[in-house]
């Protein structure tokens, strides 16, 4: 493990019992930062989806993101992590603890939609992007995917 990793708790939650600290960071970085408006932001597959929550000392949040879960892939989104938290590899950790997930529930293939200045950092965990560029929230988007090997 990394050991810029472990003052961190990564734990998986539902957005029923951690709604307010996950709203801390996605608040934060995509509505304050970004200037996403928050009724984009929040949306119907929040209470469905499966959120990851990274928190330090005494439950301070400091990165967040989610899974959804089709038939036959994962889907990440909403990855967050407050500025002063970046550059730690938080966002990789919660990448590669959501590709666990989907491999445990014999998924072969995670997508994301990526902002188009993020595309190299997802780069560097295996995705490639496909698609045209897109819209989204008034920032342009790409999809990526990552295809898991069979065992």
């Known amino acids: 493990m990394d050991t810029r990793l472990e003052p961190f708790r990564f734990q998986i939650v539902t957005w029923q019992s951690h709604k307010d600290l996950l709203m801390d960071v996605r608040l934060e970085v995509f509505v304050q930062e970004q ?3 928050v009724s984009e932001e929040i949306d119907h597959y ?8 990274v928190s330090v000392s005494e439950n301070i949040p400091v990165a967040c993101s989610r899974l959804i879960l089709h038939e036959s892939f994962g889907q990440i989104g909403r990855i967050a992590v407050k500025k002063q938290w970046r550059g730690l590899g ?13 491999l445990q529930r014999g998924l072969r293939e995670i997508r994301l939609s990526s902002q188009v200045q993020a595309l190299d950092f997802y780069r560097k965990f295996d995705f490639h992007p496909y698609g045209e560029i897109f819209i989204d929230a008034n920032i342009p988007h790409q999809w990526m995917k990552r295809v898991f090997p069979d065992s």
Not at 46 to 53: E, Q, R, T, Y
Not at 90 to 102: D, H, K, N, P, T
Request: net charge negative; hydrophobic share 45%; with cysteine.
């Open 35 to 37: 200037s996403i408006d």
């Open 46 to 53: 929040d209470p469905k989806c499966m959120h990851m929550l």
């Open 90 to 102: 938080l966002g990789g950790a919660m990448i590669a603890l959501f590709g666990q997930e989907c």
